[in-house]
């Protein structure tokens, strides 16, 4: 655990503690590369104008993160948190110095689970457009769709457009092209990686608003994030979806078109 590429000590991080103010980014590393890292960076850069109203020196910080896997085998779970010691809780939009704190975990590889069932629930996520660390919504509607049998919830917004789960997005399967909501959410990076590799596969890819009273015209329906590519969905509510119609093989093949670049 380093903060701006030094050992961090506990006082180091007091503010990020006492505040809960900052956003993130997670990537898996493998062999000193990640898959979709400038995304990542990207994303890094654009919550921080937004947060901090600072500019983030993005190749130091890819440098902190090759320095935080340095010497490190296997698949690594790298997280890196920008938040600032400098944070005014009082004038909380003041420019202000970002911090970076990065961890990095070594992990077994990431697996797709069995198809996953969801449970609708009437909720978006606050300024989705951002990764914040404000994560304690997504977790407890993932706990509450748990009390009901399901292994995840799905946000629809209040006029009935299905937008994303707790920690991914989602799309669906017509037959011919894949269908991503048009709602607020965040623009996760395995759902664009997945656009990118669909464009390269020539696959039709769109994005459209799809109203909960509508997934069951829907062949097929899935998840990501950067983690697992492709998570089938095997209900949402009362809506079941025959596994052998979503062609997991060719998400994953369009997710795979995506080579990793180095840290």
């Not at 911090?99 to 077994?108: G, M």
């Not at 009935?160 to 991914?168: D, H, T």
Request: negative net charge; proline residues 6%.
């Amino acid at each position: 655990m380093e903060l701006n590429g030094e050992p961090a000590l506990a006082d180091d991080l007091r503010a990020l503690a006492g505040n809960n103010y900052g956003h993130f980014t997670a990537l898996r590393v493998r062999d000193g590369a990640a898959v979709g890292l400038d995304l990542h960076l990207d994303r890094l850069a654009f919550a921080t104008r937004a947060l901090f109203d600072a500019e983030l020196d993005c190749a130091t910080v890819q440098g902190w993160m090759r320095q935080a896997v340095d010497g490190m085998d296997g698949e690594i779970a790298l997280r890196a948190t920008v938040f600032s010691r400098a944070f005014d809780r009082t004038h909380p939009g003041a420019a202000a110095v970002p911090d970076v704190l990065i961890v990095a975990t070594p992990v077994a590889p990431a697996v797709a689970l069995p198809p996953v069932r969801l449970t609708s629930v009437a909720y978006v996520r606050e300024f989705p457009e951002i990764k914040h660390i404000g994560t304690f919504p997504l977790f407890r509607w993932r706990a509450v769709a748990q009390t009901t049998g399901a292994d995840d919830a799905l946000f629809v917004t209040a006029d009935g457009l299905v937008a994303e789960a707790s920690i991914w997005n989602i799309g669906f399967w017509d037959g011919s092209e894949v269908i991503w909501p048009q709602a607020p959410q965040l623009l996760g990076t395995g759902m664009r990686l997945l656009q990118r590799g669909l464009a390269e596969l020539g696959v039709a890819s769109r994005t459209q608003a799809v109203a909960l009273r509508d997934v069951a015209h829907f062949q097929g329906a899935f998840l990501t994030n950067a983690s697992v590519p492709v998570q089938p969905v095997a209900a949402i509510d009362d809506v079941a979806y025959e596994p052998f119609l979503l062609p997991a093989d060719m998400l994953q093949a369009a997710f795979e078109r995506n080579s990793a670049q180095a840290l």
